[in-house]
T-cell receptor, first 111, second 112 residues
């Protein structure tokens, strides 16, 4: 079963705009991770935020975590056409051996 | 640095034929290993994970099996493929539980 659910399922923006994707999950987590997948390729890790952290930055990426609402958001600032990809959140729970993925947000950045 | 190799990249197999997808990790020891499947336009489903040689945990009942004959080798198999086994299969590893997972480039399986 899916632990995380991303919202929106698809997002289309113009280059230079900011893109925000949200992730909701159901159970308590150890950490939450965001991944990117270019079409037909493997996933690439973007950022990990632990359950005791509220915000984390990496370059143009900003991730927030609200454990009371069981939700996270990924913000990509000043988007570029090369950011076009699917973005997944994933949660680590319990013993930590499993990473459970959401259904993903398909981001399209147009020139 | 660590690398993960997965092959074959593309596979077209008839229904009822066997399957073997292989994955190896280099540059680390005793990694956690994972097999995920991704149906077209969908999220990833964890199929198997392994925390050590010969230790396999299955997440969903299915027509597939996994084996870990060596520390850094993970194999996904089937004796008889079904049409529903078609999909994108991803091998992955992590150094410790709960940490970042690193993915291979995936294997496209089409069962015809």
């Amino acid at each position: 079963s899916q632990q995380g659910e991303e919202d929106p399922q698809a997002l289309s923006i113009q280059e230079g705009e900011n893109a925000t994707m949200n992730c909701s999950y159901k159970t308590s987590i150890n950490n939450l991770q965001w991944y990117r997948q270019n079409s037909g390729r493997g996933l690439v890790h973007l950022i990990l935020i632990r359950s005791n952290e509220r915000e984390k930055h990496s370059g143009r990426l900003r991730v927030t975590l609200d454990t009371s609402k069981k939700s996270s958001s990924l913000l990509i600032t000043a988007s570029r056409a090369a950011d076009t990809a699917s973005y997944f959140c994933a949660t680590v729970t319990g013993g930590g051996n499993k990473l459970t993925f959401g259904t993903g947000t398909q981001l399209k950045v147009e020139l | 640095s660590q690398t993960i190799h997965q092959w074959p990249a593309t596979l077209v197999q008839p229904v009822g034929s066997p399957l073997s997808l292989e994955c190896t990790v280099e540059g680390t020891s005793n990694p956690n290993l994972y097999w995920y499947r991704q149906a077209a336009g969908r999220g990833l489903q964890l199929l198997f994970y392994s925390v050590g040689i010969g230790q396999i945990s299955s997440e969903v009942p299915q027509n597939l099996s996994a084996s870990r004959p060596q520390d850094r080798q993970f194999i996904l198999s089937s004796k008889k493929l079904l049409l529903s086994d078609s999909g994108f299969y991803l091998c992955a590893w992590s150094q410790d539980s709960g940490n970042t997972i690193y993915f291979g480039e995936g294997s496209w399986l089409t069962v015809v």
